[in-house]
């Protein structure tokens, strides 16, 4: 049975950091490409950042040097470090497992999300 499932969302400060992870089940990871998105209340889904099979990585312009994702093949596992954190970064975060890294709304597997929420 194949799941996503996000954590390490919270409350942080403005200018903090969080590290979130996604972990796969039901298949292998690094065979896929696994994208993170998110979603504010009353907001477009929008795409966060993507890790491609080869290990390409693809940011949207604003989390550029601010956000960085990985992949750790033996924990099959994508983490999603998120740095400088701005209160526009307030949004559940999923993860999903995307037909290509361009379009986040192709996508055939994805997680509930996990809530990041950046106030002071």
């Known amino acids: 049975q194949v799941q996503l499932v996000e954590s390490g969302g919270g409350l942080v400060q403005p200018g903090g950091s969080l590290r979130l992870s996604c972990v796969a089940s039901?298949?292998?990871?690094?065979?896929?490409?696994i994208g993170w998105f998110r979603q504010a209340p009353g907001k477009e889904r929008e795409g966060v950042s993507c890790i491609s099979s080869d290990g390409s990585t693809y940011y949207a312009d604003s989390m550029k040097g601010r956000f960085t994702v990985s992949r750790n093949s033996a924990e099959n596992t994508v983490f999603l470090q998120m740095n400088s954190l701005k209160p526009e970064d307030t949004a559940v975060y999923h993860c999903?497992?995307?037909?290509?890294?361009?379009?986040?709304?192709?996508?055939?597997?994805w997680g509930e999300g996990t809530l990041v929420t950046v106030s002071s």
């Open positions: 999903a497992r995307l037909y290509g890294c361009g379009d986040f709304y192709a996508m055939d597997y």
């Open positions: 039901g298949f292998t990871l690094e065979y896929y490409n």
